[in-house]
C-alpha cells in the first residue's frame, strides 16, 4: 500500500471531509486511490465534464440527482453544491481543485465550507487534486487536511525502465540499470519518467545522454528549480585545498552526493 493510499484511507476512517492532494500526476492518482479504496460510490469531478461517476455505485448516486441539478455540474460551485446531495460515504475527485474559481474564489470557499460538517456526518469525502496549494486561503486551512502524492521509488523506476525495454525489444543491461533509475530519479510522475524514458531509445537501446538532457529539461520547466552538468573537476578549484579535501572524503564515505545544490 502507497503511503498516500494509507493516509486517505485513515483519513476516511476518521470521517475526514475535505482533503487537499499534491500531486503531478492526477490520472494516476485517482486511479491508485479509486482502486484501493473499495465498497463506496465514487465520481470524479472537472470543469469541462462535470460530475462523471468512476464506478457502478458512482452511478447509482449521479443518476438520483435531479436532471436540472446534474447539468449545471461543470461549474464549480454548483458542483460543490451537487455534492451535498450524494449518498454516504461518497469519494468524489477534483481534477484541478487547486483552481482560483474552487479555492481562491468567494464562492467556492464558501461552498467548501459549507461541505465540511455536512460531508463529516456521513463520512464522505471530497478530495482536491492538484500540484501545489501553497495560495490557500487562510480560512480554508483548518478545514481542508493536506496530504502529498510521493516520487516514484526506485523499485518503480526501475521496474518502468525494464518494461520499456522489453516493449521496445531492447536488451536491458542489468549492470546499467542503477544509473538509468538514477538519470530519472526525481521526476515527478511516472508518466514523466515513462515519457523521458521511451523518447531517449535509440537503435542500439537507451541513450543516456539523451536522458539526462530530458530530464534536464523536464526539472527546468519547473519554476524555482534548475539542473546542470558542468564539467568542472576537483582539480579546477584551485587554491580551496580544503574543499577538495572534504569532497573527496565525502565521496569516498558510505553516502556519496549525486548532486551539488547552491
Same mark, same amino acid.
Given at each position: 500500500?502507497?503511503?498516500?493510499?494509507?493516509? #486517505? /484511507?485513515?483519513?476516511?476512517?476518521? $470521517? #475526514?471531509?475535505?482533503?487537499? &492532494?499534491?500531486?503531478?500526476?492526477?490520472?494516476?492518482?485517482?486511479?491508485?486511490?479509486? /482502486?484501493?479504496?473499495?465498497?463506496?460510490?465514487?465520481?470524479?469531478?472537472?470543469?469541462?465534464?462535470?460530475?462523471?461517476? &468512476?464506478?457502478?455505485?458512482?452511478?447509482?448516486?449521479?443518476?438520483?440527482?435531479? *436532471?436540472?441539478?446534474?447539468?449545471?455540474?461543470?461549474?464549480?460551485? =454548483?458542483?460543490?453544491?451537487?455534492?451535498?446531495?450524494?449518498?454516504?460515504? /461518497?469519494?468524489?475527485?477534483?481534477?484541478?481543485?487547486?483552481?482560483?474559481? &474552487? &479555492?481562491?474564489?468567494?464562492?467556492?470557499?464558501?461552498?467548501?465550507?459549507?461541505?465540511?460538517?455536512?460531508?463529516?456526518?456521513?463520512?464522505?469525502?471530497?478530495?482536491?487534486?492538484?500540484?501545489? %496549494?501553497?495560495?490557500?486561503?487562510?480560512?480554508?486551512?483548518?478545514?481542508?487536511?493536506?496530504?502529498?502524492?510521493?516520487? *516514484?521509488?526506485?523499485?518503480?523506476?526501475?521496474?518502468?525502465? $525494464?518494461?520499456?525495454?522489453?516493449?521496445? $525489444?531492447?536488451?536491458?543491461?542489468?549492470?546499467?540499470?542503477?544509473?538509468?533509475?538514477?538519470?530519472?530519479?526525481?521526476?515527478?510522475?511516472?508518466? /514523466?519518467?515513462?515519457?523521458? #524514458?521511451?523518447?531517449? =531509445?535509440?537503435?542500439?537501446?537507451?541513450?543516456?545522454?539523451?536522458?539526462?538532457?530530458?530530464?534536464?529539461?523536464?526539472?527546468?520547466?519547473?519554476?524555482?528549480?534548475?539542473?546542470?552538468?558542468?564539467?568542472?573537476?576537483?582539480?579546477?578549484?584551485?587554491?580551496?585545498?580544503?574543499?577538495?579535501? %572534504?569532497?573527496?572524503?565525502?565521496?569516498?564515505?558510505?553516502?556519496?552526493?549525486?548532486?551539488?545544490?547552491?
Amino acid at each position: 500500500m502507497s503511503k498516500l493510499l494509507e493516509n #486517505v /484511507t485513515a483519513a476516511r476512517k476518521a $470521517g #475526514v471531509p475535505l482533503v487537499a &492532494i499534491v500531486t503531478h500526476d492526477q490520472p494516476a492518482t485517482v486511479e491508485t486511490l479509486s /482502486t484501493g479504496v473499495n465498497g463506496c460510490p465514487q465520481i470524479v469531478w472537472d470543469c469541462i465534464n462535470g460530475l462523471r461517476h &468512476i464506478n457502478e455505485s458512482g452511478k447509482e448516486a449521479l443518476d438520483a440527482l435531479p *436532471p436540472e441539478v446534474a447539468a449545471t455540474t461543470a461549474r464549480p460551485v =454548483f458542483a460543490l453544491k451537487a455534492i451535498l446531495s450524494l449518498p454516504p460515504k /461518497t469519494m468524489v475527485f477534483a481534477y484541478n481543485g487547486n483552481a482560483p474559481q &474552487i &479555492i481562491g474564489d468567494a464562492g467556492g470557499a464558501q461552498a467548501l465550507q459549507n461541505l465540511r460538517e455536512a460531508l463529516k456526518q456521513n463520512k464522505r469525502m471530497l478530495l482536491l487534486l492538484g500540484d501545489s %496549494f501553497a495560495t490557500m486561503p487562510p480560512a480554508l486551512r483548518a478545514d481542508i487536511v493536506t496530504l502529498e502524492e510521493e516520487l *516514484p521509488t526506485n523499485d518503480q523506476l526501475g521496474a518502468l525502465i $525494464g518494461d520499456l525495454h522489453e516493449a521496445a $525489444g531492447k536488451p536491458l543491461d542489468a549492470a546499467k540499470l542503477p544509473s538509468m533509475v538514477n538519470a530519472v530519479r526525481g521526476l515527478p510522475a511516472l508518466f /514523466t519518467a515513462e515519457q523521458v #524514458v521511451a523518447m531517449s =531509445f535509440r537503435k542500439d537501446g537507451l541513450d543516456m545522454d539523451a536522458l539526462w538532457e530530458r530530464k534536464r529539461q523536464t526539472i527546468n520547466a519547473t519554476k524555482g528549480l534548475s539542473i546542470s552538468r558542468p564539467t568542472l573537476r576537483y582539480g579546477d578549484l584551485a587554491g580551496m585545498d580544503c574543499l577538495q579535501d %572534504f569532497l573527496r572524503k565525502y565521496q569516498s564515505g558510505p553516502k556519496p552526493a549525486r548532486a551539488i545544490l547552491e
